[in-house]
């Protein structure tokens, strides 16, 4: 990051944050909450990603937790075979493709990104999770079932999926038709490029 650019996202922090909270949250968090705000949260409005939420949320609507076990299990198992007809189909819908294409305009500050259903299933991602469903998982739990405008920094470490030391940040998706909660988004952003 340039100085420039690291000025400017200083600023940015401050007048989002107020100087006295810029101060107190680790600079990592300060830094990945604000680019987040800045570069994720104006495309999560956009037809590519909310329509593909809430046509799985339509598709998925009855099923049970044993349902969402089954197909996380099913998601698993594939992750360790050469035989990945799941992960294939979601890594080929329009959002992953569109969430790959975001991954690669940032220029290695982004490691990975995904986006989960209201059961906190994956809808679409650049890269293949480790598991399918996140609804066990703070970062889901944190951002989708806190609301609108919800917005969680979680630590740093190793990421199994990216092999990079990261932090993921996610934020509520909108539905700006109706205002409510119908997903979440988790961005792994590449601490150092941060």
Not at 74 to 93: F, N, Q, T, Y
Not at 105 to 133: C, H, M, R
């Amino acid at each position: 990051m340039t100085i420039g650019r690291s000025v400017a996202l200083c600023l940015l922090m401050c007048s989002t944050f107020g100087a006295s909270q810029a101060m107190a949250e680790d600079d990592y968090a300060v830094f990945a909450r604000a680019y987040v705000e800045q570069h994720i949260v104006p495309f999560l409005s956009e037809a590519v990603v909310v329509d593909a939420v809430n046509a799985q949320n339509a598709k998925f609507a009855g099923l049970q937790q044993a349902d969402v076990d089954a197909l996380d299990q099913k998601w698993r198992a594939e992750v360790e075979s050469g035989d990945k007809p799941m992960i294939d189909e979601a890594l080929a819908s329009p959002l992953s493709k569109f969430l790959m294409e975001q991954r690669e305009a940032s220029e290695g500050v982004i490691t990975e990104l995904f986006v989960t259903d209201d059961k906190g299933l994956n809808v679409g991602q650049s890269d293949p999770t480790s598991d399918y469903w996140q609804g066990d998982e703070a970062k889901w739990q944190k951002s989708f079932q806190a609301g609108p405008g919800a917005i969680f920094v979680d630590e740093v470490e190793k990421d199994e999926s990216t092999q990079q030391l990261q932090t993921q940040v996610s934020a509520t998706i909108v539905d700006p038709k109706t205002g409510a909660a119908i997903g979440a988004i988790t961005v792994g952003l590449n601490v150092e490029g941060l």
